[in-house]
């Protein structure tokens, strides 16, 4: 039974390529981001509290601090990795602990409504004729005043969402779909947002229309994921925090010459090809600016010579230069402030397709997008034609550490 959960989707999203090593091949890396690391032993510090108050145990703050530093000893390796240098292990620790004294202080002393589940396993199918499922964990499920069900999720990371931003949110509201039913007498589910680094508390509801939407934009996205054949490699800011740079394309290259000691760095093939070829490059600029320069030297005197001696022909030794004055109208480009009123003012005359145009390079860009409904962009897709091309693209590295 195909299943999938929303951060299995969210790879997707973020990258393809990543999906297909982490969830097709299946490929297990033994390195995690210190932020990861640090998110679990907070999760496992506020798991520990609500499940002592199920049996009636209140722990202290210091209490449950304690046994935090103790889970990030146990847990700590050195496969933890810090991607943002400006930060040490002992600084996420910090923020780990003041996470999880705020949220004591806050909800002291957690009698705001009764707890039903803790890291609850939810599975549920999205749709049943076509046997896809979602699986998911709750960090916790709590009951309010017997009829409203709260779905509360631990948050450590450094950004705060809007409140346009949770509307949005498709865990959450995945989890929704996973505890309908489960209770009886809920009148309302409530979504909850717990955003420790913050002390902040965002909430949000979903109606029955806004899950049928998502069940079906949802089901839409598998479908992409299930007839995808390439799983490109999409680079981002978070490749900096993906655990498979070693084993892709687009970043293996740099991890292998970024190990090599100096003295190899310079001799490796690929790292003294592409200095070659940016020399190379600098040196052809360097030239065709000089040429250009000269260039536009012998066109002026070419142009007053012909003026001076009434001439729209000059002779060399090969070739005729043939001398051309003219004044043309011109109309403002893409990106030109007027050209905007002329598009309009074109379209309101009725002349609009006598001189607009299709736009192919724009066109295969929205398609690979995904930006237009599946059964369209399948339509289209039909008037396409493979070819394939190579390009060598040189883009400035930052300065190495
Ligand atoms: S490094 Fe970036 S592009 Fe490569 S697999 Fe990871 S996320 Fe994708």
């Not at 046994?67 to 933890?80: A, D, G, I, L, P």
């Not at 939407?213 to 992409?224: G, S």
């Not at 250009?292 to 070739?319: K, N």
Request: proline share 4%; with cysteine; aromatic share 10%.
């Amino acid at each position: 039974m195909p299943t999938y959960s929303h951060s299995q989707l969210s790879t997707y999203e973020t990258c393809p390529h990543q999906y297909r090593l982490h969830y097709i091949q299946k490929i297990k890396v033994d390195t995690a981001g210190i932020e990861a690391f640090m998110g679990s032993r907070v999760h496992d510090a506020l798991e520990k509290l609500y499940r002592d108050l199920k049996m009636t145990k209140l722990n202290t703050l210091e209490e449950l601090l304690t046994f935090y530093h103790q889970s990030w000893e146990k847990n700590w390796s050195e496969t933890v990795q810090i991607i943002r240098k400006e930060y040490s292990a002992e600084d996420y620790r910090r923020l780990g602990e003041k996470c999880i004294t705020d949220y004591y202080k806050r909800y002291y002393p957690f009698d705001q409504g009764k707890t039903l589940g803790i890291e609850e396993t939810i599975y549920f199918p999205l749709e049943e004729e076509k046997g896809y499922w979602i699986r998911g964990v709750v960090d916790r499920i709590a009951l309010l005043d017997g009829s409203i069900l709260e779905i509360h999720d631990y948050k450590t990371s450094s950004r705060l969402p809007g409140q346009a931003d949770v509307e949005a949110d498709r865990q959450l509201a995945f989890y929704h779909m996973g505890v309908e039913g489960k209770w009886k007498d809920i009148k309302e589910i409530k979504l909850i947002w717990h955003y420790l680094a913050f002390d902040a508390e965002i909430q949000s509801l979903r109606t029955p229309e806004k899950l049928q939407q998502l069940r079906q934009e949802t089901a839409e996205l598998i479908r992409r994921i299930e007839s995808d054949r390439d799983f490109s490699p999409r680079e981002s800011p978070l490749c900096d925090w993906c655990d498979y740079q070693g084993l892709c394309p687009k970043r293996k290259h740099r991890i292998v010459a970024e190990s090599l000691p100096p003295n190899e760095y310079l001799q490796e093939e690929g790292v003294d090809l592409v200095n070659r070829l940016v020399e190379l490059k600098e040196k052809k600029g360097v030239l065709i600016e000089e040429i250009d320069s000269e260039l536009a030297r012998v066109e002026e005197a070419l142009f007053a010579y012909a003026q001076r001696e009434e001439l729209e022909a000059v002779y060399g030794r090969d070739f005729v230069a043939k001398i051309k004055a003219e004044i043309k109208e011109k109309y403002p480009l893409k990106g030109d402030p007027n050209r905007k009123a002329l598009d309009e003012f074109i379209k309101n005359a009725g002349k609009w397709m006598e001189v607009s145009d299709l736009n192919p390079w724009m066109l295969a860009r929205i398609l690979e997008r995904g930006g237009w409904p599946p059964s369209l962009a399948k339509k289209v897709k039909e008037f396409s034609t493979i070819e394939k091309n190579r390009s060598i693209t040189l883009t400035k590295l930052k300065v190495r550490d």
